[in-house]
């Protein structure tokens, strides 16, 4: 039986050293003219779609289609920039995981795709500059819906039409660092793994009732050991 393995981008395969905070905060500056948008506003585990609807609302305007879409090019573009500067705090691919996508995309019994709350030109952007965006051939992004619970679906569907065939909900994992992303999963009825490398703690994710919770997965064989039939 084949398993769809659905990672999280930011603290569960890399960190960006802040660049997309600075890049949305560029982007809301430029259209609104007030410096840093996003102070106060949370981030961890949601999409950008809600972030920046947080932070348009916070100002008294709503966020339209037309104004949605402004800002994410603006995002994007800077985003291409930020990532290019070093930042503050951590920038790096996380433990294990260039080991554990170079095995799993050998596998013929494990389908590689994303759920992010990025944009998809904005997990381009990320994923590209460490090279990692080469794994994955779809997913589902923060611009399919604000809510991040609806993603697993859209993740799912676009598997099916690059090849993966129909499995059972407990065979699509859900990697991801946050409360949020085990959620996600539990609202799809797939399996959610947390990995402590990004904001929350290993209580956390226990505790939102993530079914395999790892520090990190610097031990790749644990992690593959969750896609053996009897896991």
């Not at 981030?43 to 037309?66: C, E, F, K, P, Q």
């Not at 904005?122 to 794994?135: H, Q, T």
């Amino acid at each position: 039986m084949r398993k769809l393995v659905l990672f999280d981008i930011d603290g569960t395969l890399v960190l960006t050293g802040g660049a997309g905070l600075r890049a949305m905060n560029r982007a809301l500056e430029e259209v609104f003219g007030h410096a840093n948008g996003l102070d106060g506003i949370a981030l961890a585990g949601r999409t950008d779609w809600a972030i920046l609807s947080d932070a348009v609302r916070r100002i008294g305007r709503s966020l339209d289609g037309a104004l949605l879409a402004d800002l994410e090019h603006r995002y994007v573009t800077n985003l291409a920039d930020e990532i290019q500067h070093p930042g503050s705090g951590r920038k790096e691919v996380l433990p294990g995981i260039r080991e554990i996508l170079d095995e799993l995309e050998g596998r013929d019994d494990v389908f590689l795709g994303l759920v992010t709350g990025n944009f998809e030109a904005g997990a381009k952007v990320k994923l590209g500059y460490f090279d990692l965006w080469r794994y994955f051939t779809c997913g589902a992004f923060g611009g399919d819906a604000a809510d991040r619970n609806a993603l697993v679906p859209f993740a799912l569907e676009r598997a099916r039409a690059c090849g993966l065939p129909d499995i059972s909900d407990e065979d699509i994992l859900v990697v991801g660092d946050t409360p949020h992303d085990v959620t996600c999963a539990h609202a799809a009825g797939a399996v959610a793994v947390g990995v402590a490398t990004g904001s929350s703690p290993v209580e956390d994710l226990e505790a939102a009732g993530a079914q395999h919770v790892f520090k990190d997965l610097g031990d790749t064989a644990a992690f593959l050991r969750l896609l053996e039939p009897s896991a």
